[in-house]
């Protein structure tokens, strides 16, 4: 079973994965939907969390689906500038106010159906083939001593592997180790300033009646005050994660939904006093440690 698993993990590894679902969709069209979403569950069985090719490595290739919202975004473009260019070559004498507004519409759609096509499909490129200009190791890189000089991606995805794979715990898809928390971004720990957990519940009207869809994130403020958010698929997991980095530093500022967007508000002699008393409370904290292992090796 065992030998079946490892099989497995190198058969779904990448770039042979991608290659895979590529020749599967040329091959059998709509019928490799399920195919490769079989392989999809196998590789998610065997590899949930990527530790074959690396945490870090492995977050940065499940950015390859965005191409697939940019095609569906540069589609959406073409879609409104037919209709657009259509408006438009069309007598306008009996026009009205109605009119004219849809042909605005149209080609504002038009355009930020493009950019949204294009931001989506460079970045999702640019993680999934160039992983040292990912999003995930610029997070890593900016927050080291000295950011100019830091290592080859190689490197400094290992700096967080090493940390995730011996002290690492899961929350959903969020992994907490000693030193980093592995998000849609990293965060060094002992950066983190302010633990939020946001759970909203959103009602839309519909043609049907009202639909509604929960919304669960995690958001980590550091110490330069800029947050990293990460969604979460259930709420017992986002509130476990939020425990655990809240015992990880006990003097991190704790709050909920909206609250964090009044926290990143505050102004610089705000932050500068949260600061200070951050520092006074981990300093009292390392202090009361100290005398108690003092007082244990007495006894």
């Not at 998610?44 to 530790?51: A, D, E, F, L, R």
């Not at 390859?64 to 500038?81: E, K, W, Y």
């Not at 605005?104 to 930020?112: K, L």
């Not at 500022?253 to 926290?263: A, C, L, Q, V």
Request: charged share 25%; aromatic share 12%.
């Amino acid at each position: 079973m065992e030998q079946e698993q490892k099989s497995a993990m190198r058969f779904l590894r990448w770039p042979w994965n991608v290659i895979i679902y590529i020749l599967l969709a040329i091959a059998l069209r709509l019928f490799a939907i399920p195919v490769i979403l079989i392989l999809m569950g196998l590789k998610n069985k065997y590899n949930p969390h990527g530790i074959a090719e690396g945490y870090c490595l492995s977050r940065t290739r499940k950015r390859l689906p965005g191409l697939l919202f940019s095609l569906l975004f540069l589609l959406l473009c073409v879609m409104f500038t037919v209709v657009f260019f259509n408006d438009l070559r069309q007598s306008r004498e009996d026009w009205g106010m109605q009119d004219y507004l849809y042909l605005i519409v149209s080609g504002v759609a038009a355009v930020a159906m493009l950019l949204a096509g294009i931001y989506e499909g460079f970045t999702s490129a640019r993680d999934t083939f160039f992983p040292a200009k990912s999003t995930l190791a610029k997070s890593i890189r900016s927050q080291l001593p000295l950011p100019d000089e830091a290592p080859p991606v190689g490197e400094l995805f290992a700096m967080v592997d090493n940390d995730l794979r011996e002290n690492g715990e899961w929350f959903d898809t969020v992994a907490i180790g000693n030193e980093w928390v592995l998000g849609d971004m990293a965060c060094r720990i002992d950066r983190i300033r302010a633990i939020f957990t946001v759970d909203k519940i959103h009602h839309h009207h519909t043609q049907s009646g009202i639909s509604t869809n929960r919304t669960l994130r995690l958001v980590l403020v550091d110490d330069r005050w800029q947050a990293a958010i990460t969604t979460f698929r259930k709420p017992g997991e986002l509130k476990a994660a939020a425990d655990c980095l809240g015992f990880r530093v006990p003097s991190a500022y704790r709050g909920t939904n909206s609250e964090y967007i009044d926290f990143l508000a505050k102004d610089d002699v705000e932050r500068e006093t949260f600061e200070r008393e951050f520092r006074r409370k981990e300093a009292a904290r390392a202090s009361n440690r100290a005398m108690r292992d003092a007082s244990w090796m007495v006894k």
